[in-house]
């Protein structure tokens, strides 16, 4: 989620998630932690909760099955065809819908859980993506989500900077902005860490590229580069005892629907 204003070219996101659909199921060990973490934090509001789930951002629809297992009546909605396609093959769901999360195409008032993994922060406006979030999902129900903040991939944009003066990885909101957003609802934000370690930097790219996360939001794709460019990332990447780090700094997010906060 740009901490600046460029617009993200949302076609150019879906054909790169699109692109890594087949691999993704194998590759997302970080989505698949997050959203196990997120749920163990919503665990306390979901006693009460209804039974019709939108899983908004479904990818392959890992979660999908989750909450389909649950009893739950499952919408899959996704930005990329290659994704949902996936997420049927996979039996995901009870439904699948293309769509953006910013404009969800969904009456008022007409799910009980609005779940999102790991995906607003290719969104053009975290509070646009919120509003429409809480706008679908009835009094009483939630809306759950995870993103990545400012800090995440800050060693990879370092080690990019010296090779060629360019991040080529997506700017994120800070903490402030992202509690900002969330304000005008009844809230809770968890922020935490996770540093991610690989061998080289080929192998971090590769983790990256399998789960569709090469995108830059101004079209310009980071993806794995030439062999040159690539030995010189490597020797600009400060490693930690032998290793690649790599921060991802995480938000979970639980939003309870009902009356907005007064301003």
Known sequence: MGAVTELVNKQAVADAFS?????????AQLQRDVGETLLSLAEPYLKNAGKTVVDAGCGTGYFSRYWRAQGKNVIALDLSEGMLSRARELDSADEYVPGDIERLPFADNSVDICFSNLAVQWCNALPRALEEMHRVTRNGGLVIFSTLAEGSLNELAAAWMKVDGRRHVNQFLTPDKIAEACAPYRHEVTFSDHVAEFPDVMSLM???????????????????????????????????????????????????????IPR
Do not use: F
């Open 19 to 27: 692109r890594a659909a087949v691999s993704y199921e194998n590759a």
């Open 206 to 260: 590769r983790s990256l590229k399998g789960i569709g996360a090469t995108h830059i939001k101004n079209g310009r794709l980071g993806g794995l580069g030439g062999r040159e460019r690539l030995q010189l990332l490597e020797k600009h990447y400060v490693r930690r005892d032998g290793i690649l780090p790599l921060n991802y700094r995480l938000v979970y997010g639980i939003l309870q629907v009902e009356e907005l």
